[in-house]
C-alpha cells in the first residue's frame, strides 16, 4: 500500500477516534446540570418510559382531514379515541410533546370507583351515594353536583371497560377524604400512571389510531359557528391545518405555567410543581378564542407530600398503606389521611414548612412506588428507629415514642390524637425502617373550561358550542375547592370516554 495512502488511514482513523471521544462526552452529565435537575429529567424519563419506547405515527401519514381530532395524548385523549373508534370513528391524536402521556404517566396512587366487581370480590361493602357525598365533601361542596353525579355512577362501568382492554385494577387502597377502599391500582400495587399510559397506548396502537407527537395545535378553527379542526405546528414541517367533524380537546391542565397560576393565585409564587413541562393551559385558552368559558381557575392544589429538591410527588398510597407524617420534633401532628388541602395546612404550619413520611417494610411492600422512590435517591432507611431519627436528624426518644404510640393506635383501632380512621391496617414494626422529607408543591388545577355531562364546552350562555367537546385536567367544575387523592385517573377515564362517545354521536348527526 502506498505510504500516502496510509498516512491517509492514520489520519481517517484518528479523526473517528476523536469524534468518538466526543459523544461519550456528550452523554455524560451538563456541567451546568446539578444533580437534583438530573434526578428530576430521569424520574420524568422513568414515568413515561413506556410511551417512551413507543412507535408513534410518522408525519407523512397525517391527512389533511379526520372525523375527530383530539388534542392530547393522556388518559382522556387515549381513552376519548378509543371510544371514537369503537363507534365507527376515525380519529386521531395530536400531541405536543414528545412522547404520549402528559400528567397521567406521573400518576401514583390508583383510581377511585365504586361499586366495582373488584370490590364486590374482595368483600368491600361500597356505594356511589357514598362516594358522591365524601367527594362533595371533600370538594367543600363547591363541585358541579351534575358532573359528579354522573362520574360515580359510571365509575365501576370504567373500571370494567378498562379490564376488558387489558388494564386490570385490582388491587385497593384508600386514600385521604375517603371512608372506604376504593382505589383500585394495579394488580402488584405499584403506581397506576405508567401501567395506564402503556395499556392505553397498546390499545390505541393495535386499534391502527394514527398518534403524532410534537405535534403543537394552536388553534381550534371554526366555520358557521361550529369547531372545524384544527391548525397545528410541527417543529421541522411548519404549520398545517387539518380539518375534523368534530375536535375533542383533551391537553390538560396549566400546573406548570407559573403565569397563569399568578393571575389566580399570587399566594402560591414559589412553590414547586409536580406537573410535566406540557401542562400549560394550551388547551384552555384555544378554547377560550372560541367562545368557550372558564370555572374554579383559582382552585389550585397544592399536594402535602412532594420532595422538594426535585418537585416529585410522593404518592398518597404510602399513606394509605401506613405510613405516617412526623416533624422535625418526632412527633405526629395531623390526621395523615385528611383531605390534600388539610394536610397541607398542617403541613405549612410547621416552623419548618416540611415534615417526613415514615414507614416499615410492611408499608414500603404494600406501596410498590417506594422502590421508585429509592431509586431516585429521596428514601433514607435504617434497621432502627434510633438509627433511622439519626438520619433524619430528628429526636430518637421522641420518634420512638410517636412509633410506640402510633401502634397502640392501630392496634386497638382508635386514633386518640388526630382521629385518623383509615390506612390503619397494619402498625409500623417491620424493620427496616424508612424516611422520606416531603412538603407541599403544586399538583392540581381543579379550574378549566365548563362543560356539560355530555362533555360539551359552554359558551357564555352556558349552551355547547357545536362540535367542541372537552375532557379531562382541561375542564373544571369536577372537583371543587379541593380534589380527592385517586380521583383524577377516573376523571380522565370516565369523561374521556364520555368525549369519544359524544363527539362521535355528534359526528353521525352531521353527515
Not at 342 to 353: G, N, P
Not at 379 to 401: C, G, H, R, S, Y
Not at 412 to 429: I, P, Q, V, Y
Not at 463 to 472: R, Y
Request: with cysteine; hydrophobic share 35%.
Amino acid at each position: 500500500m502506498p505510504k500516502k495512502l496510509n498516512i491517509a488511514l492514520i489520519l481517517l482513523l484518528s479523526i473517528l477516534l476523536i469524534m468518538s471521544g466526543c459523544g461519550n462526552k456528550g452523554a455524560k452529565p451538563e456541567p451546568n446540570k446539578g444533580a437534583a435537575q438530573e434526578e428530576k429529567d430521569k424520574g420524568e424519563k422513568d414515568a413515561t418510559s413506556g410511551a417512551s419506547m413507543a412507535n408513534y405515527t410518522p408525519l407523512e401519514e397525517l391527512k389533511e382531514s379526520y372525523d375527530i381530532v383530539i388534542v392530547g395524548a393522556g388518559g382522556a385523549g387515549m381513552s376519548a379515541a378509543l371510544e371514537a373508534k369503537a363507534a365507527g370513528m376515525n380519529p386521531v391524536i395530536l400531541e405536543k410533546m414528545p412522547v404520549a402521556g402528559g400528567n397521567t404517566s406521573k400518576s401514583s396512587s390508583g383510581m377511585n370507583a365504586s361499586e366495582t366487581k373488584f370490590q364486590q370480590e374482595q368483600g368491600i361493602s361500597d356505594s356511589n351515594d357514598v362516594f358522591f357525598e365524601e367527594t362533595l365533601k371533600g370538594g367543600h361542596n363547591t363541585n358541579n353536583k351534575d358532573l359528579l353525579r354522573f362520574f360515580v355512577d359510571n365509575s365501576a362501568g370504567a373500571i370494567d371497560w378498562l379490564d376488558s382492554i387489558g388494564i386490570t385494577l385490582n388491587n385497593i387502597t384508600i386514600t385521604g377524604g375517603m371512608s372506604e377502599k376504593r382505589t383500585h391500582r394495579p394488580k402488584d400495587g405499584s403506581a397506576v400512571g405508567q401501567y395506564l399510559v402503556t395499556g392505553l397506548l397498546k390499545n390505541v396502537q393495535e386499534q391502527g389510531i394514527p398518534i403524532f407527537v410534537n405535534a403543537n395545535v394552536k388553534e381550534i378553527t371554526k366555520q358557521d359557528g361550529k369547531a372545524s379542526g384544527v391548525k397545528v405546528a410541527f417543529s421541522q414541517n411548519g404549520e398545517k391545518t387539518i380539518a375534523a367533524k368534530s375536535v375533542v380537546i383533551t391537553a390538560g391542565g396549566f400546573g406548570a405555567n407559573m403565569d397563569i397560576i399568578a393571575q389566580f393565585r399570587p399566594d402560591l409564587e414559589g412553590y414547586v410543581t409536580t406537573n410535566q413541562k406540557g401542562s400549560t393551559g394550551d388547551g384552555i385558552e384555544m378554547i377560550e378564542k372560541m367562545g368557550g368559558t372558564t370555572v374554579d381557575m383559582a382552585y389550585i392544589q397544592v399536594h402535602p407530600t412532594v420532595q422538594q429538591e426535585n418537585s416529585y410527588l410522593i404518592g398518597e398510597v404510602v399513606r394509605g398503606e401506613g405510613a405516617i407524617l412526623v416533624s422535625s420534633k418526632g412527633m405526629r401532628f395531623i390526621n395523615e389521611m385528611a383531605a390534600r388541602d388539610t394536610v397541607t395546612a398542617a403541613i405549612s404550619k410547621l416552623s419548618e414548612k416540611n415534615a417526613f413520611l415514615v414507614f416499615d417494610s410492611g408499608v414500603r411492600k404494600r406501596a410498590k412506588a417506594v422502590e421508585q422512590y429509592e431509586k431516585l435517591g429521596f428514601v433514607k432507611t435504617k434497621d432502627t428507629i434510633k438509627a433511622l431519627a439519626e438520619e433524619i436528624n430528628v429526636p430518637a426518644d421522641q420518634l420512638q415514642k410517636t412509633l410506640d404510640t402510633w401502634n397502640g393506635a392501630v392496634k386497638n383501632k382508635t386514633d386518640a390524637e388526630f382521629g385518623r380512621k383509615t390506612g390503619m391496617d397494619h402498625d409500623l414494626s417491620a424493620a427496616p425502617y424508612y424516611a422520606i422529607k416531603i412538603g407541599p408543591g403544586i399538583h392540581y388545577t381543579m379550574g378549566g373550561v365548563e362543560i356539560n355531562t355530555n362533555t360539551e364546552v359552554l359558551d357564555n350562555n352556558g349552551k355547547p358550542i357545536p362540535g367542541l367537546f372537552a375532557a379531562g385536567e382541561v375542564t373544571g367544575g369536577l372537583h371543587g375547592e379541593n380534589r380527592i387523592g385517586g380521583n383524577s385517573v377516573a376523571d380522565i377515564v370516565i369523561f374521556g370516554r364520555q368525549a369519544g362517545i359524544k363527539s362521535s354521536e355528534y359526528v353521525k348527526s352531521v353527515k
